[in-house]
């Protein structure tokens, strides 16, 4: 599905300067919309708006269909009459990085407390609006209400560890959870409702401004997630529940011992003979979160790297091919066209390409990885194909900054001297300038390079368990003076013009902003 000639920034929800020490779906996600509006930048892609689990990490998330509670704002909770404005006052404050357990022990029981105030003393009209979003989302919610909830009971301990008559999800046990815990049940209903509310508002703020909302879809879900906990017969899984084979990635540009995610594979074969019926809920959910959706791994739709559990890196495992024809297919019979983004990068066959042209998605070009030698220039502008979304470098690449200073070889550093010419001090615009040029229908840049961080600002490390996940934009680093040359590149480059009809941004529940 080609898409319009567009550009747009890379900015993760957690990364705004938002108050209460993490970025949120407050006044800086709006301050953020209007920015990109004055820039002239009609795309705005975040990464995956998931509930975290190890490490803090979106990929790694405990559900592939619910929010992250700590997106919430507590600001406009405040303003809708769920908690009162002093409860709030001493949350910290807008700079500096995510400290993340100190953002869970004091932002998460605030949450906890509004939902709660909403459950005890609510109007007939809002709590009927709650009802409908229940059903709307009954094929994930509740068994996500309970996974939530016995997972705090068991002080966050993988689900497979739990008694067995609930690790096993029988069904007398989890009748008598509902009888003990109904209002903590229904308490984590409530925050997954306040996450669509804010969410969903936002995205229609957005679409008034021009902006179009990119969101990302892992391939794979983690093991303590409540999607294997409730669905255990999809996974490759033994009879104790442990995975057998898990995913990853054999040795790439990124780690020499390749990278072992650990997420337990598809039973693809279960998945066929229940019509994908999972990924089509799972699709459903996002199409109804984002106007794009950037399909992560997408090779591993047509073969994936499998890892037996036992081995601790990824370096022994072997390509199995995966249904991603008739996978695609059957989302488009249900779902109609697919508006994918599939990121191609990697090792990447005769195969994986035929299965993107086949369905017309735009594959991803990253312009960092373009001037090691003449195998890489698949990655430079004059090799670029309209049906293309270019950055500079994404959530996983040091920093254009970072790469130029600290990575860059010389013979990295001669090629970009030799194709670009950027002026000594100035090479990251310079490769902004060349993405954004490009024949390429859309480039995204991720807000570290516009601000010309280093790698201080790096957003992750794969294969690493450092501070990942952590850096937060300063508070008024993205000037007008910044808005205005986007701006001017927009402009030259035919990026800036919005469709005609404009598009219109639906939400999936009532707004309760104005109640």
Known sequence: MPFDRSSGLLLHITSLPSYGGIGDFGPAAYAFADFLAEAKQRLWQVLPLSPTGYGNSPYAALSAFAGNPLLISLEYLSDWGWIDGQRIANLPGQSG??????????????IEEAARN???????????????????????????????VLRQKFEGASWSTWPA?????????????????????????????????????LRSYCGRRGIKLIGDVPIFVNYDSADVWTNPGLFELREDLSPIR?????????????????????????????????????????????DIIRLDHFRGFEAFWAIPAEHQTAEHGE????????????LRDELGEMPFIAEDLGIITAEVEALRQQFDFPGMRILQFGFADRSAHNYLPHQ????????????????????????????????????????????????????????????????????????????????????????????????????????????????????????????????????
């Open 97 to 110: 990085d995510v400290r993340w357990e100190e953002v869970v022990r004091t932002k998460i029981p605030l």
């Open 118 to 148: 909403f459950l005890r003393k609510h109007d007939p009209e809002q709590w009927a609006r709650f009802e409908a979003y229940g059903r709307m989302n009954g094929t994930w919610l509740e068994d996500f209400a309970f996974y939530s």
């Open 165 to 201: 008559r609930l690790a096993h999800r029988e069904p007398r046990a989890l009748e008598n959870v509902r009888k003990e815990h109904g209002e903590e049940l229904a308490i984590q209903q409530i925050i997954q409702f306040a996450f669509d509310e804010q969410w969903c508002t």
């Open 246 to 290: 898990v995913s990853g990635v054999p040795p790439d540009y990124f780690s020499k011992t390749g990278q072992r995610w650990g997420n337990p594979l598809y039973r693809w074969d279960a998945l066929e003979q229940q019509g994908f019926a999972w990924w089509v809920d799972r699709i459903r959910r996002a199409r109804s979160l984002y």
């Open 319 to 330: 390509w199995i091919k995966a249904p991603g024809g008739k996978l695609f297919q059957r």
């Open 384 to 515: 670029y194909v309209r049906n293309t979304v270019v950055y500079t470098g994404t959530h996983d690449n040091n920093t254009t900054r970072g790469w130029w200073e600290h990575e860059a070889t010389k013979v990295e550093k001669d090629a970009v001297k030799a194709y670009l010419s950027p002026a000594k001090k100035d090479v990251v615009w310079t490769m902004i300038c060349a993405v954004e040029a490009s024949v390429a229908d859309v480039c995204i840049v991720p807000v570290q390079d516009v601000l010309d961080l280093s790698s201080e600002a790096r957003m992750n490390v794969p294969s690493s368990s450092g501070d990942n996940w952590s850096w937060r934009c300063p508070e008024g680093a993205l000037t007008s003076e910044i808005s205005q040359r986007l701006a001017a590149i927009a402009e030259v480059a035919d990026r800036d013009i919005l469709p005609e009809p404009h598009f219109q941004t639906i939400t999936t529940v009532p707004d309760l902003s104005e109640t």
